[in-house]
């Protein structure tokens, strides 16, 4: 792409730190009467499956609730690109029960997509026991240590909180649509550059004979719709395989220019989640991180949050590129379906 055919896209869904700065903003809070319908939802789920992963958005029914929710995922579609629920009782539910709710709350916003090779549909993020510099690892199996931004692998990617360990591990949102369209105004040469694929790690996790990495662009536009990849550790690690194309000064220089506007605190927005409480971003706008949390082992302090990749029905089939539909490099992810 050349840089005189780049453009501000999408600017209704661009935001600044103080544009932003009121958390009651970007909260959905959930009233006495909602919680109980939540309740109750739960306990018809309960009869139709012992299995969460067998319920579906009418088994666990919100009459109530679901137009709250229907909005709060065209907000993430279409408006800021974040937001955060809260806040479910996990000391009375436990784990199980909280989860079971998160995850029909969950189908009120999308369909389940695969997080990796296993198939996992309700992932753990917490400690289990992966090094930083383990090539296979990835952000929600280590533990401890800080994620710069990142995005995951579907529409929108939910997390539920129900263990926040010791301290730290602040959830950091970062708007990517906007520093992709500061990147257009002021270098259209180097956001030009991040339209073109760039080489990912598999991570171990290609299928079976297939190459160890996969090309995808930082930017991709459809239609008058933006959606944005963008994991610099897994493009950087493609390195570590010779088959993969080398990165160019070029690219090296775009990726510098766009981390210096995603990282500019005036782009950002910080939040601590507490047990019980739920944040849903959309990962084609917006970019997530964390900051270094401790955990307690001796206590049960352990940071644990339970994490949903989303297909939103915002977006129809007509509103995704090619490479974002549920096909392609990742299809094989989809060929099984557990839980962590």
Not at 129 to 148: F, S, W, Y
Not at 165 to 185: I, K, P, Q
Not at 195 to 215: I, K, M, N, T, V
Not at 328 to 333: K, S, T, V, Y
Request: proline share 7%; hydrophobic share 35%.
């Amino acid at each position: 792409m050349s840089p005189a055919s780049v453009a501000p896209l999408e600017p209704r869904a661009e935001w600044r730190a103080r544009d932003v700065a009121d958390p009651a903003d970007w909260t959905l809070q959930l009233s006495d009467d909602e919680l109980r319908e939540l309740d109750q939802a739960l306990a018809h789920a309960r009869t139709v499956s012992d299995d969460v992963l067998d319920i579906t958005v009418d088994d666990f029914p919100l009459p109530t609730l679901h137009a709250r929710l229907e909005a709060f995922a065209a907000e993430l579609v279409d408006g800021r690109g974040f937001g955060r629920i809260g806040t479910i009782d996990v000391d009375r539910l436990g784990p199980d029960d909280a989860s079971w709710i998160y995850w029909g709350i969950g189908m009120h916003l999308g369909d389940p997509w695969p997080q990796n090779a296993r198939g996992h549909l309700l992932g753990d993020v917490r400690d289990q026991g992966k090094a930083p510099d383990d090539p296979t690892a990835r952000g929600n199996e280590i533990g401890g240590h800080p994620l710069t931004f990142h995005s995951d692998g579907s529409d929108l990617v939910g997390l539920l909180c129900l263990n926040s360990g010791v301290s730290g591990g602040e959830s950091l949102v970062a708007n990517a649509l906007y520093a992709h369209n500061e990147l257009v105004r002021t270098q259209p040469d180097l956001a030009a550059a991040l339209y073109e694929p760039l080489p990912y790690d598999f991570r171990g996790e290609q299928a079976e004979g297939a190459r160890p990495y996969y090309s995808v662009p930082t930017f991709t536009r459809h239609g008058d719709r933006l959606f944005i990849r963008y994991i610099r550790p897994f493009i950087e690690a493609s390195q570590r395989h010779a088959e993969a194309p080398r990165l160019t000064d070029l690219q090296r220089a775009a990726m510098d220019a766009y981390d210096a506007l995603i990282f500019d605190a005036d782009n950002q927005v910080e939040m601590l989640l507490h047990p019980g409480e739920m944040q849903f971003i959309n990962n084609y706008h917006v970019l997530h991180g964390r900051r270094r949390y401790v955990d307690d082992p001796d206590t049960g302090a352990i940071r644990w949050l339970k994490r949903l990749w989303l297909a939103t029905d915002v977006l129809g089939p007509d509103d995704r590129p090619e490479r974002y539909q549920r096909t392609g490099a990742m299809d094989h992810w989809g060929k099984q379906r557990t839980k962590a």
